[in-house]
């Protein structure tokens, strides 16, 4: 089955640790993106790559990296320097274009939260 | 900018209808709305594009009006499983490779039997 997938879906850490979260997908897209998530608000855009080896910030990229080096993996790390990392993250893909009527399809996401 | 929505919130019959609202206050080429359950991933519901038509599939449909910078979404005779949070994306240019959605606050959508 096509999909994305993300893991592990609850994670916590301690304050002052990197962490990393995982994305994949099997559905042949070029574009991925990374989403926050806060209690009782939208989504916010982290980082979104349209092809392998590049990638834009998003609205709110400070204290994330992303790296994207295979069209199927776009993983996001959380470093230290976030300073407030609770939340529910989201990543996407599409085919990148929305001309062709195409749209962003969701991973069913990763609760982190720092103890 | 993000896109306002209204109503924040409603709460609803079954068998009610319910419109939700997306303002941007750029011209937008483009609107996707998703529906998503508590702490689960938002669903695809339907894009609406410039210059096209009003979409719909069963009793949920959505219209966009260019000149007015906004779009809205009808959900008919509700079902208990309409229950969720309606978010809006909207995009305002068509950017060839470059489709970055910026979401609405959401509206949260409670069906009580």
């Known amino acids: 089955d096509g999909g994305i997938t993300q893991s592990p879906k609850y994670l916590f850490r301690k304050e002052g640790q990197n962490v990393t979260l995982s994305c994949e997908q099997n559905?042949?897209?070029?574009?991925m993106y990374w989403y926050r998530q806060d209690p009782g608000q939208g989504l916010r855009l982290i980082y979104y790559?349209?092809?392998?080896?590049?990638?834009q910030k998003g609205d709110i990229a400070e204290g994330y990296s992303v790296s994207r080096e295979k069209k199927e993996s776009f993983p996001l790390t959380v470093t230290s320097a976030q300073k407030n990392p609770t939340a529910f993250y989201l990543c996407?893909?599409?085919?990148?274009?929305?001309?062709?009527?195409?749209?962003?399809?969701f991973g069913p996401g990763t609760r982190l939260t720092v103890l | 900018q993000q896109p306002v929505q209204s109503p924040q919130a409603v709460i609803l019959r079954e068998g009610e209808d319910a419109v939700i609202n997306c303002s941007s206050s750029?011209?937008?080429?483009?609107v996707h709305w998703y529906r998503q359950k508590h702490g689960e991933a938002p669903v695809f519901l339907m894009i609406?594009?410039?210059?096209?038509e009003q979409k719909g599939h069963d009793k949920i449909s959505a219209s966009f009006n260019e000149k007015k910078q906004q779009s809205s979404l009808y959900l008919t005779a509700s079902q208990l499983s309409y229950s969720g949070t309606y978010f809006c994306?909207?995009?305002?240019?068509?950017?060839?490779?470059?489709?970055?959605?910026?979401f609405g606050t959401g509206t949260r959508l409670t069906i009580i039997p």
């Open positions: 994306g909207t995009e305002s240019r068509p950017n060839f490779g470059n489709e970055k959605l910026t």
């Open positions: 559905l042949n897209h070029d574009a």
């Open positions: 790559s349209q092809i392998v080896n590049d990638f």
């Open positions: 996407a893909s599409s085919t990148g274009l929305v001309i062709s009527g195409d749209t962003q399809y």
């Open positions: 750029k011209a937008l080429y483009s």
């Open positions: 609406l594009l410039k210059g096209g």
